[in-house]
């Protein structure tokens, strides 16, 4: 649940609100900023641009937003399966 929650909550702000206020790039650098956590989780930032350029180049594509929340839902719940399998 969590994963889909904020997988969507985070798609549709930043693909409705920031991508169309600053365009694809402008709104995947947001979203890197939005990740950066410090403590020298900079990889973490930079795969979080990775990340908001796919997700915001399946809107640009005309996929709509349901397909970027859905792709970053996956994503975190990949994610998360995989942190916690350790």
Known sequence: ALAMVSGAAEEFFFRCAAQDAVGWI????LFALGHLAGRGLYLWCVQAA??????????QAGLGVLSAALAHSLFNY???QRSTAR
């Open 50 to 59: 990775i990340c908001g350029l796919v997700f915001g180049g399946l809107v």
């Open 26 to 29: 402008g709104a995947a650098l």
């Open 78 to 80: 990949l994610w998360l």
